[in-house]
């Protein structure tokens, strides 16, 4: 991602933002007390209004919990441009939410209060594939490059994690297909919504 636009930029003092796109493909029975967590957090980021903190924190919780996950892992990629203007980066910000927010089953309904009993009494989907989109500043190695290796989607995770810890996060969004218990994403409908996804 390193140009002479970006070089003369880099000079000239203006602030670098990147915006990306991580997706991870899970597994297995074992995944669903994963969407216990992301649905959490999304009722979580919702109430407190979508404050970037709170967000933030929520946003290195889940990618701790993918990494403890990481046997599960089964596919994933990524996506991401470099930009010299916010209004820009907050542009293809918006088009990565509203691409996630399309996909097959990726809307949690977070009317209805969740209760513990939610994850024995319902069947468990087999596939679960996590969208975390983020704006921020500065260079990251780690995720400015493919993520379709099990260490280097490892190293971006925890990029992320840092990046908040850092307070360099501009924007932050998680988006999960299914996104609620009962739902299911059959291997089908991954190739059909996730055709991106490489495997691990």
């Not at 029975?29 to 919702?46: D, F, K, S, T």
Request: hydrophobic share 40%.
């Amino acid at each position: 991602m390193n140009s002479w636009r970006d070089r003369i930029n880099r000079i000239s003092g203006r602030t670098r933002f990147v915006g990306c796109r991580i997706f991870l493909h899970l597994a297995g029975q074992e995944v669903a007390p994963l969407l216990g967590i992301l649905n959490r957090q999304a009722r979580e980021a919702i109430d407190a209004d979508g404050d970037i903190e709170v967000v933030g924190e929520g946003l290195a919780e889940i990618c701790q919990s993918l990494l403890q996950y990481d046997e599960y892992w089964l596919s994933g990629a990524n996506e991401g441009d470099v930009f010299w203007d916010e209004g820009a980066a907050s542009d293809y910000f918006n088009e990565l939410f509203t691409d996630s927010a399309q996909r097959y089953l990726s809307e949690p309904d977070l009317s209805s209060p969740a209760t513990t009993n939610e994850a024995f009494s319902l069947p468990v989907t087999r596939n679960l594939v996590v969208m975390l989109s983020v704006v921020y500043d500065g260079e990251v190695p780690e995720l400015e490059t493919n993520l379709a290796d099990i260490n280097a989607m490892k190293a971006g995770l925890k990029a992320l994690i840092n990046l908040h810890y850092q307070k360099r996060l501009w924007a932050i969004q998680v988006q999960f297909s299914p996104a609620q218990f009962g739902e299911e994403l059959t291997n089908d409908q991954l190739l059909l919504h996730f055709p991106e996804l490489v495997p691990l």
